[in-house]
């Protein structure tokens, strides 16, 4: 069954970066795209970009451009969320989801359809 | 404030049909197909209907979707007591190039 196991929660001082991992299993994890989503305490769903395994690909959202970083190592089918320069604006759950969208111009086309479980970034000096 | 606007809260006793609107404009919900995703309390958000009014496997008939022009709309019937969470709709926006959600609805069965 597709499952998305995400890395621990994160605590960081302002102005420190943060990296998630996403762990893929039970699927070919370059035949589909993953992107991040987060969500602030008490707040609702917010994008944050998108990655390609399959090309390497990215497409961010224009509020987290420059800041964020999205990868992925197809040898351990593992997607990675990096997020620079934090500010406490950016705690929050952050959710890694399957995208069946490949290829940039399909991701118009999909939706999410496997999500990960989480993971609670804090910032706090 | 959220792209996409969706009411704050609904509520229906169990048995009953409530409906969720999300309302948005030409560079999404009219362009491009309307997501549900239903997000119980404390867990990962679920894609609940894609593609305006598709279920995918294994969510019950009772949740229904559908879209006119700018607006999607959500219908649960026969409400159940477990159908209580968060419900957010979601689409793709073409002038913001990227995903755009609503702001949530939180389902209360009384």
């Known amino acids: 069954q597709v499952q998305l196991v995400q890395s621990g929660g994160e605590v960081k001082k302002p102005g420190a970066s943060v990296k998630v991992s996403c762990k893929a299993s039970?699927?070919?994890?370059?035949?589909?795209?993953i992107s991040w989503v987060r969500q602030a305490p008490g707040q609702g769903l917010e994008w944050m970009g998108w990655?390609?395994?399959?090309?390497?690909?990215?497409n961010y959202a224009q509020r987290v451009q420059g800041r964020v970083s999205m990868t992925t190592d197809t040898s351990t089918d593992t997607a990675y969320l990096e997020l620079r320069s934090l500010t406490s604006d950016d705690s929050a759950v952050y959710y890694c989801?399957?995208?069946?969208?490949?290829?940039?111009?399909?991701?118009?086309?999909?939706?999410?359809?496997?999500w990960g479980q989480g993971t609670l970034v804090t910032v706090s000096s | 404030q959220s792209v996409l606007t969706q009411p704050p809260s609904a509520s229906g006793t169990p048995g009953e049909r409530v409906t969720i609107s999300c309302s948005g404009s030409?560079?999404?919900?009219?362009?491009?197909?309307a997501h549900w995703y239903q997000q119980l309390p404390g867990t990962a958000p679920k894609l609940l209907i894609y593609?305006?009014?598709h279920r995918p496997s294994g969510v019950p008939d009772r949740f229904s979707g559908s879209k006119s022009a700018t607006s999607a709309s959500l219908a649960i019937s026969g409400l159940q007591s477990d159908d209580e969470a968060e419900y957010y709709c979601?689409?793709?926006?073409?002038?913001?190039?990227?995903?755009?959600f609503g702001g949530g609805t939180k389902l209360t069965v009384l």
């Open positions: 593609s305006n009014n």
């Open positions: 990655i390609s395994p399959y090309h390497g690909y990215t």
């Open positions: 979601a689409a793709w926006d073409v002038s913001l190039n990227g995903w755009v």
């Open positions: 030409y560079s999404n919900i009219e362009t491009n197909a």
């Open positions: 989801a399957r995208d069946p969208a490949r290829d940039r111009f399909q991701m118009p086309l999909y939706y999410f359809d496997y």
């Open positions: 039970g699927y070919t994890f370059t035949s589909y795209g």
